[in-house]
């Protein structure tokens, strides 16, 4: 009877024991990635000019008959005049040499010498759009032009930053709703997260590796530097679920 007994009782709690298996939570490890372009706070190029004349005078007006005409260069592209700035750049010191080599020439010759007025400004542009098509037309004109620069907007880039990192938990979460649905589960809840992963590399440099890999050297160096100047933020973030 005993016997009986233990054996019916066996078979009522084996399902039982059997459902509580099958419920066993799954752990999955996803790596998560977001990204976004932070467009260039400030643009700026470097342009240079000289002003030639046989007095210091002739060559004051001539060098403000040139800055008229980075003027209208601008103006062309629906910039005001108020861009302009002067400042310490690139193409001064280019100049500069070449007043000095130009000194030299009309000192050998017979001819009084010309007397030249070097100078530079600084263009404050909105897109690097914009700096490319005034470069251009500038260089049309012969003008000397410098250093094209895109700076970030920091505040923007911290911004995005916290944007990236939400959108790669998101990603994270929509990847492992997959894993879960094809197993015939559900994603109860995130277990852990890190920016830095588990071993000696962290999942945003793997991820590099990878693109390397897959595409070449000059793949990675875009993900780097946008041809528009924009700041590229990118966020990897290992995430472990708990599916049930």
Not at 15 to 42: F, Y
Not at 70 to 81: F, P, T
Not at 210 to 220: E, F
């Amino acid at each position: 009877m005993r016997t009986k007994t233990l054996v019916l009782a066996l078979a009522l709690i084996a399902p039982g024991v059997a459902s509580a298996q099958r419920r066993q939570p799954v752990t999955l490890e996803i790596v998560g990635n977001g990204w976004a372009d932070v467009k260039p706070g400030k643009v700026t190029l470097e342009v240079g000019y000289i002003g030639k004349g046989k007095t210091e005078a002739e060559a004051k007006r001539e060098s403000a008959v040139l800055l008229a005409k980075i003027e209208g260069v601008l103006q062309s592209q629906g910039l005001s005049a108020a861009a302009i700035s002067n400042g310490e750049v690139d193409s001064l010191s280019k100049l500069r040499a070449e007043q000095m080599q130009n000194d030299d020439a009309d000192s050998a010759s017979d001819a009084a010498p010309t007397v030249t007025d070097a100078q530079a400004r600084l263009l404050t542009l909105r897109t690097t759009a914009h700096a490319e098509a005034v470069k251009d037309k500038l260089r049309e004109l012969d003008f000397e032009i410098g250093t094209l620069r895109a700076e970030p907007d920091m505040a923007e880039v911290n911004a995005a930053d916290k944007q990236v990192k939400a959108m790669a938990l998101r990603n994270a979460r929509a990847d492992a709703e997959i894993y879960a649905k094809e197993m015939g589960l559900r994603v109860a809840r995130v277990v852990r997260i890190s920016e830095t992963g588990n071993g000696p590399l962290t999942p945003a440099v793997q991820n590099k590796i990878k693109l390397a890999m897959s595409q070449g050297p000059q793949a990675v160096f875009r993900s780097f530097k946008r041809a528009d100047g924009a700041t590229h933020v990118e966020k990897a973030l290992v995430v472990t679920f708990e599916l049930q």
